[in-house]
Each structure stands twice: as structure tokens, then as C-alpha cells.
């Protein structure tokens, strides 16, 4: 699994930072979202499908 | 099928706004997303335009850029004309891209996951201090008064650097904006008393900087002070009238769900997903996001066509069967998986939502620990109803114990 972020979409609402805290994190000085790990375990695929699937602003690509 | 927006005949249906539970919404809501998941419809200030009720659409008129949230707000009087005004400066959820951008990025930093957690003990000094006071008064009290108003204004307050003790006069202008039926001069009027308000504030703060969001935007040196001003106003009432009413609502929820409450107070550990679950089936943004199309649109076979509205009704997507497979009309705060849109949806979700929900989980866990025998102290049909808000909750909720 490979997950692409698009950081000029980012509205910084944090919640693939609910989703997978472990693959996901956000700057502090502008809430725009950090990638932890580009490439992680597939035990967290549902976790990242589930960032994907709730960033409101279509930032995060998961590439299977 | 296409379907075309009427042009010479009204629409003849009006947006449902009637319940017959508290807790839901109109029940034509159903019907809609059954049989015209995207139908005309004359909204309460007058304007026709659309209506869309279902989970995905609603995602997909938030998220897509030929939607424009220029006319984002649903009121009598408003501005008329197919043409999206410019939006008074400052106020960004009436802006698209990336004129919003500019504003959204200036503030993300201070709305994280990280600095909302970093908040929390702060926020739970405030609720016990709330909690405190409450005891100590013995019931009956308005929970509204004592609890769920004074814990978001009070963190606001902080955060912006807006002194609390005035309160009075910001609530009272606040529920002037957000209540549906107030004249064009009472919007206008509290309007203008709410501008002057954070304008003063604006300029107290470039004498005299303090530890605070205000002051922070005041030194980057980004925003006018128009500018300056708009953003303010828009944090402060967005920052306690939601979170207050869901603080209040959910609580009168719980009472009248006893079984639910029951298991959240028997494993505590619920509360995460309580607090999702409880956003979803309330959602009291209750007659939804206004968007205007910025082109002819296709959607779910109608022709959408260029400056036509589109209201996108979060509260109905929360309760689509076809997206919550498992009983979405009831409350489950067991329930996982919870991706609602209480929040919105698209780059205008709401900014405070990490704040939302601290302050909303500090408040419910130990409103529900100290008070053991929590209960309404007036039968459930006595508690006012915010039928006529923005944001809909309970005017009043007199509880003992
Ligand atoms: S969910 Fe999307 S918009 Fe929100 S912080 Fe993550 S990437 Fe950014």
C-alpha cells in the first residue's frame, strides 16, 4: 500500500488523525497534515481506507 | 430521467421543518431520500432552489468546487439574486477557493488534534468548576444556564482572548443571528453590536498583544482589520452556540434513552464513540448547508443549472439507511464506524470540530459521573425547543437530581 497526500487540498480538519494516528499527524504550526509512514503494515489498511474515506477536503490517496 | 429546475412555476414543495420527535428530524426527510433524493423545493427565506437528502450526494455537493458556498447562509431577508455576492471580509465560510485557503490556513495550527488534547485538562477544570456550582445550588436548574452554555464560551473566551465577562451581550447578539425569524433590522443590528464588539477587541489587542488566537492573527499581520473582525465574530458564535446546544441536547437525549445511558455508564470507555454517535443523530445544524451552482451541474439525473441553490441536508445524510446499514433512526453509542457529517463536509468541515468534541466529552463523563440521578424536573413535551435556530437544541432544560 502506497498513500499519496495532497497537502495544498488539506484544510487541516485532523480526522485521518482520528482515523490512523499512527499513519497520520498534523503540523503544528499549520494543522496540514504529516505523513508518519508511507508505506505501512497492511494491518492498517482499514484504518488508512477510513482516513481516505473521511478527509473531507479529497486529500489522501491510497494506492493498494 | 432529467429533470430540469422549474422556471415559471414555484416549486411547490416547501423544505420540511416539523418534527414529531425531538430528536429527529421532519420525517418527509425519509420520503425524500427514498423517492426524490434531489428535489425542488422553496426554502424558508422564500429562494427555490434544491434539496438533497442523501448521504453521498450531500458528501458530493460539500466536496465538489462547482458548488459555492458564497451565499452559505439559510435566512429571511437574505441577499437575493442569482449571483454570489462578495462575502463581508473575514467571514470564511462564505468564501471558496482559495480566497478561504488564505483564512482556513491561518488557523488550522491552533484547532489540531495535538493542541485540542494539550486543551483538555483545561477544559475539564472548567466543567468541574461548572459541575461545582451546579451541586451547590441544589435542583431544579436550567442545564442550558448552568452548564452547557458557560463551558464552550468559557474555553472560546480563552482561546480567542474575549473577556467573559461580557458575556451577556455577545450570547444575546449571537442568538439574534442564528434564530430564524429575527427581522432583517434585529439581524442587522446585532450584527453590526457584534463587529463593534471584536473590533474594539481587535484594536485593544494590537496595543496590547496577549496569549491568544486574536492576538496571534493580529501580530501575523495577514488579515485587516475588517478582516480581523469577521474571523473573530464568526469563532465566537460558532464556538459556543453548537457546542452548547450539543452539550444540552445530548444530555436530554440520554435521559430519554435510558438503556443507552445505562451503557455508557456502565463502560465509560464509550464515550469516544458516544460523542460520534450522538453528533451524527442529532445534528443540529437542522435545515442544512446552503451551496450555489457555479455551473450547470448534473446530479442524480437533474440538471442543476448554474445559480441555482442547493441545500444539502446534513441532518437527513446522518439518518441514509443506505449508508448506515444498521438502524440509523435509533441511538446506539455502542455503534462503530461512525462517519457522519455533523461537521460538514468539504474544505469548509468545521474548523473547531477536535474542540467540539473535548469539550463535549469533558462535559458529558462528568456531568454523568457526579450526578448519578440525573432527570428532566418538567415532562419531556415542557422543555422549548430550538425550533426557530439555526441551531436547533433546547432554549431551556430544567433538570434535578
Ligand atoms: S483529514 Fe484531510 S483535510 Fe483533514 S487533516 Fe487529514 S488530510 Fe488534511
Redesign the interface.
Known amino acids: 500500500m502506497k498513500i499519496l497526500i495532497d497537502e495544498g487540498k488539506c484544510?487541516?480538519?485532523?480526522?485521518c488523525?482520528?482515523a490512523a494516528a499512527d499513519v497520520f499527524?498534523?503540523?503544528?504550526?499549520?494543522?496540514?497534515v504529516v505523513l508518519l509512514d508511507a508505506d505501512p503494515p497492511h494491518t492498517s489498511l482499514p484504518q488508512v481506507r477510513?482516513a481516505a474515506?473521511?478527509c473531507?477536503?479529497?486529500a489522501i490517496e491510497v494506492v493498494e | 430521467m432529467t429533470n430540469t429546475q422549474p422556471t415559471n412555476t414555484e416549486p411547490t414543495k416547501t423544505q420540511p421543518t416539523v418534527r414529531s420527535c425531538p430528536f429527529d428530524p421532519p420525517a418527509e426527510y425519509r420520503t425524500l431520500r427514498e423517492q426524490e433524493p434531489v428535489a425542488p423545493m422553496t426554502f424558508p427565506d422564500g429562494a427555490a432552489g434544491w434539496l438533497v437528502t442523501r448521504y453521498d450526494d450531500v458528501r458530493t455537493v460539500?466536496?465538489d468546487a462547482r458548488f459555492s458556498a458564497k451565499r452559505g447562509i439559510l435566512r429571511p431577508g437574505g441577499p437575493e439574486g442569482d449571483v454570489p455576492a462578495p462575502p463581508p471580509p473575514g467571514l470564511f465560510i462564505m468564501m471558496d477557493a482559495p480566497e478561504h485557503?488564505r483564512f482556513?490556513?491561518l488557523?488550522?495550527?491552533?484547532?489540531?488534534?495535538?493542541?485540542m488534547r494539550q486543551l483538555t485538562p483545561a477544559v475539564e477544570k472548567i466543567v468541574a468548576e461548572q459541575l461545582d456550582a451546579m451541586a451547590a445550588a441544589e435542583g431544579p436548574v436550567d442545564l442550558v444556564q448552568a452548564f452547557a452554555l458557560p463551558i464552550p464560551s468559557l474555553v472560546i473566551c480563552e482561546l480567542l482572548g474575549v473577556p467573559y465577562a461580557d458575556r451577556e451581550e455577545f450570547q444575546r447578539n449571537s442568538a439574534t443571528i442564528v434564530r430564524l425569524n429575527s427581522s432583517p433590522e434585529e439581524f442587522q443590528q446585532a450584527q453590526g453590536a457584534m463587529r463593534a464588539f471584536i473590533h474594539q477587541l481587535v484594536l485593544a489587542k494590537r496595543e496590547n498583544p496577549t496569549d491568544d488566537i486574536l492576538s496571534e492573527l493580529v501580530q501575523s499581520g495577514e488579515l485587516t482589520d475588517e478582516e480581523l473582525t469577521g474571523v473573530g465574530v464568526l469563532l465566537l458564535i460558532a464556538g459556543h452556540e453548537t457546542t452548547a446546544n450539543m452539550i444540552a441536547l445530548s444530555t436530554m437525549c440520554l435521559l430519554r434513552n435510558p438503556e443507552q445511558l445505562a451503557a455508557l455508564r456502565a463502560d465509560p470507555s464509550l464515550m469516544d464513540g458516544a460523542v460520534e454517535e450522538l453528533l451524527r443523530y442529532l445534528s443540529i445544524i437542522q435545515f442544512g448547508v446552503r451551496r450555489t451552482a457555479l455551473e450547470d451541474v448534473e446530479l442524480h439525473g437533474h440538471q442543476i443549472k448554474e445559480g441555482s441553490m442547493v441545500v444539502a441536508s446534513l441532518s437527513s445524510g446522518n439518518r441514509d439507511t443506505e449508508h448506515f446499514a444498521d438502524a440509523p433512526e435509533l441511538l446506539d453509542v455502542a455503534r462503530e464506524?461512525t462517519?457522519h457529517l455533523a461537521?460538514?463536509?468539504?474544505?469548509?468541515?468545521?474548523?473547531g470540530?477536535?474542540l467540539a468534541r473535548a469539550e463535549m466529552k469533558a462535559a458529558l463523563s462528568a456531568l454523568l459521573e457526579r450526578f448519578p440521578t440525573l432527570r428532566l424536573a418538567v415532562p419531556v413535551d415542557e422543555v422549548p425547543m430550538r425550533d426557530d435556530m439555526l441551531v436547533y437544541g433546547v432554549h431551556e432544560l430544567p433538570v434535578t437530581w
Open positions: 484544510v487541516g480538519a485532523g480526522t488523525v482520528l499527524d498534523q503540523r503544528d504550526e499549520d494543522g496540514i477510513d474515506a473521511r473531507p477536503a479529497l | 460539500l466536496s485557503t482556513r490556513r488557523l488550522t495550527g491552533q484547532f489540531t488534534v495535538r493542541r464506524h462517519p461537521f460538514g463536509h468539504g474544505i469548509h468541515q468545521c474548523l470540530q477536535q
